[in-house]
């Protein structure tokens, strides 16, 4: 398997944004590509922590040698769109019940719309 993929090696993943919820997992399969799905994200994540770590203490580490304290600016702002993104992924993930009430949701919203026309 390549390190890298294009958009047309991941396609198959769009198709497993249907599921309504774990129970609807009756192939292994489905199982299998949701939770390469999901642990993707959570190492997505994981890395996007370890770059905020090392920057942020090379930058504390620079501001600390100049003497000056300008380096928690970039933390704090990053540090949102850390926490953002990890709610993101640690609390809606594709299969998760938050994931799939909105699911549900939107689909009534069209159904509807559909049913106007």
């Known amino acids: 398997m390549p390190a890298f993929h294009t958009p047309d090696d991941l396609a198959h993943l769009d198709d497993l944004d249907d599921l309504d919820d774990l129970d609807d997992l009756d192939d292994l399969d489905d199982l299998d590509r949701l939770a390469r799905k ?4 959570k ?3 994981l890395l996007h922590a370890c770059v905020y770590l090392c920057v942020n203490l090379a930058l504390a ?25 990890g709610a993101a992924v640690w ?7 938050l994931h799939a009430r909105l699911l549900e949701r939107e689909r009534a919203a069209l159904r509807q719309a559909l049913q106007r026309r």
């Open 38 to 41: 999901r642990a993707g994200a």
């Open 43 to 45: 190492m997505g994540w």
């Open 61 to 85: 580490a620079l501001a600390a040698y100049q003497g000056r304290h300008w380096a928690v600016f970039p933390a704090l702002g990053w540090g949102l769109v850390l926490g953002i993104h």
């Open 91 to 97: 609390l809606a993930l594709p299969g998760g019940r």
